[in-house]
């Protein structure tokens, strides 16, 4: 019996200890949730302090700086009395103080985020948009900055006729300090009257500024001309001629559609304003209209007001671009997957193969092809045009990585979809919020100012500069969110 009852006793600790385990150890893991809670806040309130109050000015934020914070940079140098505006500048780090006072309800990121977005109201063009930087200091009269240009009453005056008014849409600029905007706005529930007029203003200038055929120039200064002719995009006759001010084309170069197509669905949700939709397919119409007919049935990184392919910079030659084509089927892919609309699925069907059929040996695409010959364009240090890649500048992309393989298989998913019926409206995905092993480092790499340094140089103060270890705004913004996010999760879930 007794040996019996040994083989029971053996059995029963076999079949319960390991239930029992994890209820023995579930203290002891909730206390290191709630250990890592406290902690993850504590370098939160400590990186925004550090962030917010040394490495600001006056709200607004540059790319990186150097770890003494004596030097800083976006494009260029950039003193102390200038902010950036180009991501990752200060909307960038605006938006993530406005996340972490969102997801936290802490004070500190909650003044942050306004100071950002103050600096934001004081760099908006009478136009209605912004530029790469926003002035602070002596040479801000040479700018049509709206809150420098208003009567006594607070109406709108206009600017000194030599004054700077222009918006761009390149690299983001509008649109990101757009969206910086009205995310505050929804987060501060619309009662920041100042944040809403901006936000209203901007959002009336971008709409103003799209051309009937459903496209933006890459600057703006005023609104486009209504009776513009709406045109498909056809081939120039001749050899293109380059013009000064390229900036006026109508240009998919640097994500201005696809950026412009965020922005105004985001304005659409936020404010359930159906023009701001209305706009954002328009844009896709023009994505439509300027795929070019065969035998190139890509994209063009600008056109002109025929709708043909233009010059831009000196190393931007009227082309097909393997570039910003890859960008515009994605974007195409993405107005789909919004409405369930299937005209947003029809260019792929000839660009797929046009482009498989470009393929470099290396498996990459040309950034250009020569209208109608589709050879390869390249540009030689001396930016002459050539068919020979042995002689190209560094600092730009002559010859970029394809997404073909990923953007057809998306398009054919999306299809299948459209063909079986099973398109419903995307529902909104929380995003994921970050594992303790990320945490636990994002805490540890903090130093005791509260400060996220890193290797790196800067790029604009010479070669002689002996800067090694540097402060990123983009690291920051991507690292203060993601402790804000492990604050929103509960303790007792958090620890994972």
């Keep these: 019996m007794r040996q019996r009852g040994v ?77 950036w505006v180009q991501p990752p500048g200060t909307p960038t780090v605006g938006t993530a103080f406005t996340t972490a006072w969102e997801l936290t309800g802490d004070p500190a990121c909650k003044q942050a985020a306004r100071d950002a977005v103050d600096v934001l109201l004081r760099g908006q063009y009478a136009s209605g948009g912004w530029n790469a930087s926003i002035h602070l200091g002596d040479v801000r009269h040479k700018h049509a900055y709206r809150v420098d240009h208003r009567n006594k009453d607070g109406s709108q005056k206009p600017p000194a006729k030599n004054a700077r008014n222009y918006s761009s849409l390149d690299d983001d600029k509008t649109t990101a300090a757009l969206r910086c905007l009205m995310r505050y706005d929804r ?24 051309h009937p055929s459903g496209g933006w120039p890459q600057v703006f200064s005023k609104a486009a001309d209504a009776d513009a002719p709406v045109k498909r995009a056809a081939y120039p006759p001749g050899e293109p001629t380059r013009i000064k001010e390229y900036w006026n084309h109508l240009t998919l170069n640097d994500g201005n559609i696809d950026n412009a197509v965020d922005t105004l669905f985001l304005a659409f949700e936020i404010y359930d304003e159906p023009k701001y ?38 190393f931007e030659p009227a082309s097909i671009t393997g570039g910003e084509s890859q960008r515009a089927m994605q974007t195409l892919l993405d107005l789909y997957q919004r409405t369930g609309d299937p005209r947003f699925l029809e260019p792929h069907k000839t660009a797929l193969p046009y482009y498989r059929r470009s393929l470099l040996p290396d ?35 002559f010859k970029v990585s394809s997404k073909i393989d990923r953007i057809e298989q998306r398009w054919k998913t999306l299809r299948q979809q459209h063909q079986d019926k099973t398109w419903t409206a995307p529902a909104a995905k929380p995003p994921k919020p970050p594992s303790a092993k990320e945490v636990r480092r994002l805490i540890d790499n903090l130093d005791q100012r509260g400060a996220w340094v890193e290797d790196g140089q800067l790029k604009y103060w010479g070669k002689g500069d002996d800067t090694r270890r540097v402060i990123r705004s983009e690291t920051f913004a991507k690292n203060l969110v993601a402790l804000a996010r492990l604050l929103a999760e509960s303790p007792k879930t958090s620890g994972k």
């Design 7 to 83: 083989i029971n006793n053996m059995f029963m600790n076999r079949l319960f200890l390991p239930l029992l385990f994890p209820l023995l150890a579930w203290p002891v893991l909730n206390a290191h949730a709630q250990d890592l809670h406290t902690e993850a806040r504590t370098a939160l309130r400590k990186a925004t302090a550090f962030f917010h109050g040394q490495v600001a000015v006056e709200g607004g934020y540059v790319y990186k700086v150097s770890d003494d914070l004596k030097k800083r940079e976006g494009e260029g140098k950039v003193g102390t009395d200038e902010v």
């Design 187 to 210: 987060v501060a529930k619309f009662e920041d009257k100042a944040v809403h007029e901006a936000a209203e203003y901007a959002l009336d200038a971008l709409l103003a500024a799209q």
């Design 277 to 314: 939709k209305a706009a954002a397919l328009r844009a896709g119409d023009f994505l439509i209209r300027a795929q070019m007919p065969e035998p190139q049935p890509g994209w063009a990184q600008q056109y002109d007001a025929q709708m043909q392919p233009a010059w831009a910079r000196k």
């Design 363 to 397: 498996n990459k695409l040309a950034r250009f092809y020569e209208l109608k010959t589709n050879r390869p364009l390249y540009l030689t240090r001396d930016y002459k045009v050539t068919y020979d890649d042995s002689d190209m500048p560094t600092h730009y992309a």
